[in-house]
């Protein structure tokens, strides 16, 4: 085989699903445990579809059984998380890869996936690793659920290795930003600097005489949160995400739902609210996820109230404290946590000083691996006067 062929790529074989974010596509994984949607979409390293002809040739190593250590931790504190994957499983015979995909060729395995881990933690992406299947299972701080996995290609293409990522839940006007960046950091390019806010919508200009009115919008999500199922449920929430965030809905607005949510305790959906920040959800994936949309809104809330309630706030400090020591297998979440308690340190200055050591802690786990995490509760230790 020549240099030049060498450099090329497998011809084009599949063209996945529809750049619109909005198709499905149902060549699903083999794996058991993941036979929830896998949402197609997404867009290639250069904006076009990218993918490769599985290759006739000898049988590549068989796939192993999950691994129990799911995340590979550095046992040095200092050093940075960094996924080492020392080879790759072949690509399965007619298996069609997503337009989200690139062949890097000539280079090893451990390469690629170290350049993929810090590409990760750049842009603050939870993830955790399997070695036995080459796949890196991610959320991004938008909440967006995906995989990355590493193949390595067949016959004449095994001199490379196939990075591919698939959109399994969600979606986010910054997620092309994200999956660009992961492809061009495994092809060894320079990958785009994570945007620092995300995009929204221009505001509309606003009377001097405007005052919302917040009871419509909460009945609106109190109906929707009266619906069973996971999906009336999600969609409740991540409606009162927007109407509680000032960039998207304006300070007025933002302000007059986020100050009846935390002051009414005749309120409905601050009651539920609560109840779902207060709990602990531990094997139901979708109450977790219930769970990180409730704190996305606290931290939403705080950061326009004047005031919180006491009683509130003892129910709350136990519990930052707690997801803060979990910084370790839940590092977005530790995120928000930090997030509400910067807000919480405002309100209540003398009891400041109990959050400490919980954030020194989990911005270690920040700076090892979660770069979001690690800027967030330096600026709580700033506040507190421990940096």
Known sequence: MSREDNK????????????????????????????????????????????????????????????????????????????????????????????????????????????????????????????????????????????????????????????????????????????????????????????IKPNNLPLGPQDDNYSPSAGSSLGMVARMLNFPGYDAQYLALQTLTSLTDPAKMGMATAKSVSIELISSTSNDVGNKLLMLILSSPKNQEESFDLRVMAMNILANVLQVVPEVPEAIQEKLRPVMKQDLRKAESNPRLATIAARCIEHLIKNDCSSSDIYADALESAFQVGANRHAGLMRQTERCLQKIGAR
């Not at 995906?146 to 990075?163: E, K, N």
Request: aromatic share 8%; charged share 25%; hydrophobic share 35%.
């Open 8 to 195: 090329k790529a497998p011809p084009a074989f599949h063209q996945g699903s529809n750049m619109d974010g909005v198709g499905i596509s149902f060549h699903m994984d083999e794996d058991i445990e993941e036979t929830t949607r896998r949402v197609g979409g997404g867009f290639g390293a250069n904006g076009a579809g990218i993918s490769f002809e599985p290759m006739i040739g000898p049988s590549g190593p068989q796939v192993g059984a999950f691994s129990t250590a799911d995340v590979k931790l550095s046992t040095n504190k200092s050093a940075k998380f960094q996924w080492l994957l020392s080879d790759a499983p072949t690509l399965p015979e007619f298996h069609p890869l997503e337009r989200t995909a690139v062949f890097v060729p000539n280079t090893d395995a451990s390469v690629v996936s170290g350049r993929i881990s810090d590409v990760l933690r750049d842009r603050s992406i939870e993830a955790s690793f399997d070695d036995s299947k080459g796949r890196a299972r991610c959320v991004s701080a938008d909440g967006v659920d995906f995989r990355v996995r590493l193949y390595r290609g067949r016959g004449q293409y095994a001199h490379g290795i196939i990075v591919e990522v698939q959109r399994r839940f969600g979606t986010s006007i910054n997620f092309h930003n994200d999956t660009k960046a992961i492809l061009d950091s495994a092809e060894g390019k320079t990958p785009s600097a994570p945007l």
